[in-house]
């Protein structure tokens, strides 16, 4: 009878408990933070930005005031050399060195004014029945540009001071960068416009 009484006496106590509640109880306090995970490894550098048109160098117009003299093959060269110690080892591995010339030395009806364009130039022009083909080109070296004429017909004794060459430094990632907006090098236009040129 005792537990009998015991027994009645939990059930009471539960159904006191369950009528208690509602259907949704209250939530209870938020219990304490848990401990700080551990950090993970750091993830990787990004890549290198591309290089901008600031580290494009160019030079000044050049104007040789005088030219060497030198015979290839019985034909005579005129070369002129211009000095430019930006021109590295690593220029010339990566990277690329373009040279314009404004060629005023010539009459207009020849060559216009201060047309540019890049070396090599090759200008045609006629005098009576004689056709004449002079060559401008260039060659590049650590620390040099050498501008070199030639005329197929050895016609000159020596070379006008009026001509002006400008060579422009273009390194590797820049180069790189330009092939890839499509930026036509051999136009001087494009390259000034897209370096930030000033004359």
């Known amino acids: 009878?005792?537990?009998?009484?015991?027994?009645?006496?939990?059930?009471?106590?539960?159904?006191?408990?369950?009528?208690?509640?509602?259907?949704?109880?209250?939530?209870?306090?938020?219990?304490?933070?848990?401990?700080?995970?551990?950090?993970?490894?750091?993830?990787?550098?990004?890549?290198?930005g591309a290089t901008g048109t600031a580290n494009v160098i160019y030079s000044a117009?050049?104007?040789?005031?005088?030219?060497?003299?030198?015979?290839?093959?019985?034909?005579y060269h005129f070369y002129a050399d211009i000095a430019a110690s930006k021109i590295t080892q690593d220029v010339l591995d990566k990277g690329t060195v373009i040279v314009y010339g404004k060629l005023d030395g010539y009459t207009t009806t020849i060559w216009p004014a201060a047309q540019v364009s890049a070396l090599p130039i090759v200008v045609t022009y006629t005098e009576g029945s004689t056709v004449y083909s002079d060559t401008?080109?260039?060659?590049?070296?650590?620390g040099n540009v050498r501008i070199?004429?030639?005329?197929?017909?050895?016609?000159y004794g020596s070379i006008s001071n009026l001509h002006q060459f400008r060579y422009v430094i273009i390194p590797g990632a820049v180069l790189t960068a330009a092939i890839k907006n499509h930026v036509n090098l051999k136009d001087y236009?494009?390259?000034?416009a897209a370096f930030n040129l000033r004359d």
């Open 1 to 48: 009878m005792k537990k009998i009484n015991n027994l009645l006496l939990v059930l009471t106590a539960a159904a006191l408990l369950l009528s208690s509640c509602g259907k949704n109880g209250d939530p209870g306090p938020q219990g304490p933070a848990g401990p700080t995970g551990a950090t993970g490894p750091a993830g990787p550098t990004g890549a290198t």
């Open 61 to 75: 117009w050049v104007t040789p005031a005088t030219y060497t003299k030198d015979t290839v093959f019985s034909t």
């Open 136 to 142: 401008w080109s260039s060659l590049v070296t650590l």
């Open 148 to 155: 070199d004429f030639v005329d197929n017909m050895n016609l």
């Open 189 to 192: 236009g494009q390259v000034k």
